[in-house]
């Protein structure tokens, strides 16, 4: 393990080699299965562990506290029955009009063309949302197209998941000429937490499609920890800002993981040294199985208040939260006060 270099890995052979044993895991870390209360084993059944090697080499071994490692090791107290933590916390369920389309906000749309994610997160939202049988085939294509048509106000598709980046360079590249060819959109944005988690996904011909698109191209990357940002993994989001492609990062606010002004501080600075700026930092949306990450009103309060103490404006992320049937995601900070 120590001599596993993931930088010298191409992408698919990591994407076929994710770790999904949790014993595997603690083992590569030097930590006992003991770290296991029992029940993680039974959480891990309901929502797999999956992790990339190349995520795993930031984690510090023997550190069963580490920052990384809590975002992905099951954990019993996933199982802990609450009554506000819910399956589909975003009532999603509702706003999914067809196959892949998740229209929620005005000018924007989600289209979902995967369901698989690289990596799984213990607090993720959409943990419980039942992606197979909502992933657009190649025939759904044409009432995408008239779904967009029908909504002028409509000029920017987001691509969400599960995470976009873990379909191939073809693939991506079919739809976004798909939806180059509607003139009323402008912008594509994707959302995709592997960039992070396997930073050799930005291969060169990934680069090269997103740089040669008519559509303005917006990556949102999803970072949580400024280790998670190892020099590499800077080079790789530096080359895409390098091709003028605009990037930033969204955060969800973790207990145990980044709930201290100083570890979001570090954070915002090192995405600005990756040419990144943070965009926002979501407080946790309320989905079972994630109430242990969960912080209080005034703990969120306090670590916002701190952040716009130590950093300049253009690098404290928008705290948010996302509230099922809201036309836009809500802010958190100041509202009550004008
Ligand atoms: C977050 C989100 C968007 C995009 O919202 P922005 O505020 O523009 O980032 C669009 N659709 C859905 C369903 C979302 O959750
Ligand atoms: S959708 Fe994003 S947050 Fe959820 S498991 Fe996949 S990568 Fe993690």
């Known amino acids: 393990m120590?001599?596993?270099?993931?930088?010298?890995?191409?992408?698919?052979a990591q994407l076929s080699d994710l770790i999904t044993d949790p014993l595997e895991l603690?083992?590569?870390?030097?930590?006992?299965?003991?770290?296991?209360?029992s029940g993680a084993l039974l959480a891990s059944t309901q929502f797999k562990l999956r992790v990339p090697r190349a995520f795993v080499t930031r984690m510090q071994k023997g550190n069963p506290l580490d920052p990384l490692l809590l975002q992905v090791l099951p954990h019993h107290l996933e199982l802990e029955e609450h009554p506000d933590f819910v399956t589909d916390p975003l009532g999603e369920e509702q706003a999914n009009q067809q196959p892949g389309v998740l229209h929620k906000y005005k000018t924007r749309f989600l289209l979902t063309l995967t369901g698989a994610c690289a990596v799984h997160c213990r607090y993720c939202f959409r943990r419980h949302f039942p992606y197979q049988e909502n992933l657009p085939k190649s025939e759904d294509w044409i009432n995408i197209q008239h779904y967009i048509q029908s909504q002028p106000d409509i000029n920017e598709v987001i691509l969400s998941g599960g995470d976009p980046l873990t379909l191939s360079n073809r693939k991506i590249k079919l739809w976004i000429e798909r939806l180059e060819s509607i003139p009323q959109l402008k912008f594509l944005r994707i959302h995709s937490r592997v960039p992070i988690v396997m930073p050799n996904r930005v291969d060169e011909e990934l680069i090269s499609i997103l740089k040669n698109s008519r559509l303005r191209i917006i990556l949102v990357v999803h970072s949580n920890h400024a280790s998670e940002l190892d020099d590499?993994?800077?080079?790789?989001?530096?080359?895409?800002?390098?091709?003028?492609?605009?990037?930033?990062?969204?955060?969800?606010?973790?207990?145990?993981?980044?709930?201290?002004?100083?570890?979001?501080?570090?954070?915002?600075?090192?995405?600005?040294?990756?040419?990144?700026?943070?965009?926002?930092?979501?407080?946790?949306?309320?989905?079972?199985?994630?109430?242990?990450?969960?912080?209080?009103?005034?703990?969120?309060?306090?670590?916002?208040?701190?952040?716009?103490?130590?950093?300049?404006?253009?690098?404290?992320?928008?705290?948010?939260?996302?509230?099922?049937?809201?036309?836009?995601?809500?802010?958190?900070?100041?509202?009550?006060?004008?």
């Open 232 to 338: 590499f993994t800077c080079r790789q989001l530096q080359q895409l800002v390098a091709e003028k492609i605009t990037v930033f990062n969204q955060a969800v606010l973790l207990k145990g993981v980044n709930d201290h002004v100083q570890i979001l501080t570090d954070l915002s600075y090192r995405l600005f040294d990756a040419g990144v700026l943070p965009y926002y930092l979501h407080v946790l949306d309320k989905v079972k199985g994630a109430h242990h990450f969960d912080l209080n009103s005034q703990d969120i309060d306090s670590l916002y208040q701190g952040l716009l103490a130590n950093l300049p404006g253009y690098l404290v992320p928008k705290l948010v939260r996302e509230i099922a049937g809201e036309k836009n995601k809500t802010p958190l900070f100041g509202v009550s006060t004008f």
């Open 2 to 12: 120590t001599h596993y270099l993931y930088q010298e890995q191409n992408w698919q």
């Open 26 to 37: 603690l083992n590569i870390l030097e930590l006992s299965p003991e770290q296991l209360l």
